[in-house]
């Protein structure tokens, strides 16, 4: 899912989201909303690879945001997303629900580039803009 900008292709419609390094390895970090969407964006950096994934758990159609506080994404050992609504749990690279009332379901991906200066952009998915 990381994919890197290339600064000679243009970036339309894309909105700076953060700076990779305020996300840290190991942590979930919730950002935003930013450009349209309605919702936070999690990102997730494990073994040098970023996640992101829209703040909402699938169990009801409206994405009931899934963390209790600001950035508590994690399940207690931290190997899972959790939904602290639902109790539901995630895997971090696919975003598929692996426990809980929402089985077999999937957190939302958010697209993504990293610039070469280091800067997390996001396009807003269609579904999720402000009217």
């Known amino acids: 899912m990381s994919r890197h900008w290339n600064p000679e292709t243009p ?11 305020e996300v840290k390895e190991g942590d979930a970090k919730g950002v935003g909303p930013v450009g349209g969407l309605k919702r ?7 073994n040098g690879v970023l996640h992101a994934w829209l703040d909402a758990c699938p169990h009801y159609s409206t994405g009931t945001p899934m963390s209790w506080k600001a950035d508590a994404y994690f ?13 539901a749990l995630f895997d971090i690279e ?38």
């Open 75 to 87: 399940n207690g050992d931290k190997s899972h997303l959790a939904c602290h609504s639902h109790g």
């Open 11 to 21: 970036r339309p419609q894309n909105t700076l989201l953060c700076h990779i390094d």
């Open 94 to 131: 696919t975003g598929e629900c692996v426990l809980g009332p929402c089985l077999g379901q999937r957190l939302t991906p958010v697209e993504f580039t990293v610039s070469d200066g280091g800067e997390i952009f996001i396009a807003s998915p269609a579904e999720e803009e402000k009217p």
């Open 40 to 46: 936070k964006i999690i990102l997730i950096k494990r």
